[in-house]
């Protein structure tokens, strides 16, 4: 028999910070039921309802944002210092893809003269119907959006499992869907166990299923869905490079790596784990990013003054030092004495950031998603061999490159297996551009205009007028 309740253990102090309710199995059946229900009814609203209760629904939760950010900072261990900026950022991707939201959904006609008057034909991007989103905890606000606000603004109803880490967000998004004025049943969050998350899967009114997560998890999401037939979309791990050329803009790539490193104690899908440096300038790029990396102070993330908070969990903390005590004992160095981060215990969450050199695609610190404050910098000869480093992954979300040759870039990016090229920039998701991956990072789209597509279903219309 599944807990009837979900305790919410923080990082910060390791205590219970909140209780949520299990939904049971006849529950989460009577769930899907009525957003079946409720859906059929919320897709004949026109496009522009949807978009300005859509606007609402962000405004609400911006007027909350300083609750909202003391919440998360419990949930997961994000610094309070920061954690408002989540609330910030889901405002502004919500408002981009409510302002492309009508012309990413409107009818796409077939125009012919020679046709004018005798056929009417058009293309129609009707929703797809019932939407299950299975979220995570390391941008709960965020992650969540990408899914939710286009699927909702389509005209689907959606059913939100957050992570069993951050189920407070989930709810935070249902209060403010509700009090915006959007009809019961068209959004729910509920919690559930994971055997009911895959049996919801696969029950036949749910229609599309958008997953953030672990490769292990989203094979499961694939398989459960297996024997429909409906897409999934899945984003899943990383293992973001960088590549630093001899003309970057040294001391602003330096803070901009550190920080891409180690912001969200590395717990982000498009972190940076692992640095190519051109033989040029690789000492002065390693002198100076181990410097930089000394300036974080760990600790208690409810003060102002930590700028690295704890790992969510005390398993995630001893995953990344097993990474790194490994590493160490293939021949890495490790740069950063962690006596300079009192916080930094063993049996806790609270984890030093650590900076590797000696590293190699050998060691699994190297080519296993860390999702921790670890970063590798090898040195390279060449674009060739960064090319091929950068490529030598089981992962493909984001990758980024340094320099002031934008034709470079351009040429580079051309050739690495990524869903998204930076140059002078990483860590970042536009959402005016598609958020996607490749290879084991997953398959699908959020963000942008094409994020309508994944939510909605083509329907042809073709109309003969004259029959004489």
């Keep these: 028999m599944s807990p009837s309740t979900l305790s919410v253990t923080t990082p910060v102090d390791s205590t219970v910070f909140a209780t949520v309710k299990i939904s049971n199995t006849e529950q989460v059946q009577a769930a899907v039921e009525r957003a079946s229900k409720a859906q059929k009814v919320w897709k004949k609203v026109p496009v522009r309802e949807r978009v300005a209760l859509g606007r609402k629904f962000l405004e609400i939760l911006g007027s909350r944002k300083d609750e909202l950010a003391k919440e998360l900072t419990m949930q997961m261990g994000r610094p309070l210092r920061y954690t408002p ?11 981009y893809m409510v302002d492309v939201a009508e012309e990413a959904l409107k009818d796409v006609e077939i125009e012919d003269p020679a046709l004018v008057g005798k056929f009417k034909r058009f293309i129609r991007k009707e929703p797809v119907g019932v939407v299950l989103i299975v979220a995570p905890w390391n941008y709960p606000y ?3 959006l990408n899914g939710v606000l286009p699927s909702v603004l389509a005209g689907n109803a959606v059913i939100l499992k957050h992570s069993s880490q951050t189920p407070l967000c989930g709810e935070r998004f249902g209060q403010a869907w509700s009090e915006a004025g959007l009809p019961e049943g068209v959004f729910q969050c509920i919690h559930m166990s994971h055997t009911d998350t895959e049996s919801l899967v696969k029950n036949p009114l749910i229609n599309y299923v958008n997953f953030t997560g672990s490769v292990e998890g989203g094979h499961q999401i694939q398989k459960a869905a297996s024997d429909k037939f409906i897409a999934t979309g899945l984003e899943l791990g990383g293992k973001d490079p960088a590549y630093v050329r001899p003309d970057c803009d040294l001391k602003y790539t330096v803070e901009t790596l550190v920080d891409g490193s180690f912001f969200n104690s590395g717990q982000c899908c498009c972190a940076i784990e692992r640095i190519y440096v051109h033989a040029d300038i690789y000492d002065a790029f390693v002198e100076e990013f181990v410097k930089v990396t000394k300036n974080y102070r760990l600790g208690n993330p409810l003060d102002p003054e930590t700028t690295l908070g704890p790992m969510v ?3 995630a903390a001893d995953f990344v030092r097993e990474q790194i005590a490994e590493a160490i004992a293939q021949g890495a160095k490790a ?3 962690v006596s300079l981060f009192p916080t930094n215990k063993e049996g806790t969450p609270y984890l030093a950031p650590q900076v590797l050199t000696n590293v190699t695609h050998k060691m699994r610190v190297m080519t296993e ?7 590798g910098i090898m040195k390279v000869a060449s674009d060739d061999e960064a090319i091929h480093l950068m490529n030598d992954s089981d992962f493909g979300l984001s990758a980024s490159i340094w320099t002031k040759d934008a034709d470079a870039a351009l040429a580079i990016g051309d050739q690495i297996e990524t869903g998204t090229w930076f140059m002078n920039r990483c860590d970042y998701l536009d959402p005016a551009l598609a958020w996607v991956g490749v290879k084991d990072s997953g398959r699908g789209c959020t963000l942008s205009k094409f994020g309508y597509d994944q939510v909605t279903r083509l329907k042809s219309f073709h109309l003969k007028l004259v029959t004489a």
Aim: proline share 4%; net charge neutral; charged share 30%.
């Design 313 to 315: 969990k005390t398993k």
């Design 142 to 144: 965020l992650s969540s």
């Design 369 to 375: 998603e860390s999702f921790g404050p670890v970063v």
């Design 85 to 95: 900026g989540e609330i910030k950022g889901t405002q502004e991707r919500g408002t």
């Design 335 to 337: 740069h950063i004495d």
